[in-house]
């Protein structure tokens, strides 16, 4: 039997000091069935220091994520308050292993949902819709990892920054979607990448949340995972993702 709530601490400190730590994978594979239990065990540390849970973010849901780091499953991580980051304002490099941003589409709920649900009650429990940038973490050397380790770290998460709502009527299917890096362009894709449409990732969210026993809240942010592949962090860099239709969101690398 694997010791999950030790991994679940080696993964947290790793995330608390940006130290890089050995695939878990490398000594004890891990089922995902175990791997989302270790996430969960990882998180309840978070919580202990004071941060909340506010809300969650789907992965690996568009074909150029997956083969960026070749893993083929969608998963889920939560989303904390320490990992907020202010629209337009700083991120420090040095808090972290070797971040990386990439390009997303947001929910804010207003209704709970969880379990099985279709895109048209998905999409009523809406509050609004943003133009969102993820940064991610790995916490294995190499930002390389398998399955069940990418899931035990918390699917990478690491901070996230929200752009302006929009009401959820805005059609959200097919928006092309622009990350720049210091005002040069680095990626370009649609919201479309995204399991063909964003709302999917959410149908799929409620749906994976429901089997760790948990539920979409009003108040929630959902990640609808990235449209592109990501893009390595530096000091110095300013950030920006604008999204067709929905407006712009920024951050500064410091
Ligand atoms: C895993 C997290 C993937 C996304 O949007 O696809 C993710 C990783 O790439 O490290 O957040
Ligand atoms: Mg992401």
């Known amino acids: 039997m694997a010791d999950l709530p030790a991994i679940a601490e080696i993964l947290d400190e790793a995330a608390r000091t940006a130290n890089a730590?050995?695939?878990?994978?490398?000594?004890?594979?891990l089922t995902s069935d175990d791997a989302y239990r270790v996430q969960a065990?990882?998180?309840?540390?978070?919580?202990a220091r004071g941060e909340r849970r506010v809300g969650v973010k789907m992965g690996l849901t568009s074909r150029a994520k997956m083969?960026?780091?070749?893993?083929?499953?969608?998963?889920?991580?939560?989303?904390?308050?320490?990992?907020?980051?202010?629209?337009?304002?700083?991120?420090?490099r040095a808090a972290f292993v070797h971040p990386r941003i990439e390009p997303?589409?947001?929910?804010?709920?207003?209704?709970?949902?969880?379990?099985?649900v279709s895109a048209m009650e998905a999409l009523a429990a809406v509050e609004a819709v943003a133009p969102a940038l993820e940064v991610i973490d790995s916490r294995y050397h190499d930002f390389r990892f398998d399955l069940g380790d990418?899931?035990?770290?918390?699917?990478?998460?690491?901070?996230?920054?929200?752009?302006?709502?929009?009401?959820?009527?805005?059609?959200?299917?097919?928006?092309?979607?622009?990350l720049t890096v210091n005002g040069h362009v680095a990626e370009t894709g649609s919201s479309a990448a995204i399991m063909g449409h964003p709302l999917r990732a959410l149908v799929a969210a409620a749906r994976m949340v429901a089997t760790a026993g948990e539920e979409l809240r009003p108040g929630d942010i959902?990640?609808?995972?990235?449209?592109?592949a990501a893009v390595p962090l530096m000091p110095g860099q300013a950030i920006a993702l604008q999204v067709e239709g929905l407006g712009a969101v920024a951050v500064n690398i410091g």
């Open 104 to 116: 997303e589409i947001a929910f804010l709920m207003k209704a709970p949902l969880s379990g099985e």
């Open 222 to 228: 959902v990640l609808a995972g990235a449209a592109t």
């Open 21 to 29: 730590v050995a695939q878990i994978s490398e000594t004890t594979p």
């Open 150 to 178: 990418v899931i035990a770290d918390n699917a990478s998460s690491a901070g996230f920054v929200i752009g302006p709502p929009a009401p959820v009527s805005h059609d959200i299917a097919n928006l092309g979607m622009v």
């Open 41 to 47: 065990l990882s998180l309840e540390r978070r919580y």
């Open 67 to 92: 083969a960026q780091v070749g893993v083929d499953d969608v998963v889920w991580g939560r989303l904390t308050s320490a990992m907020r980051i202010e629209e337009g304002g700083h991120l420090s």
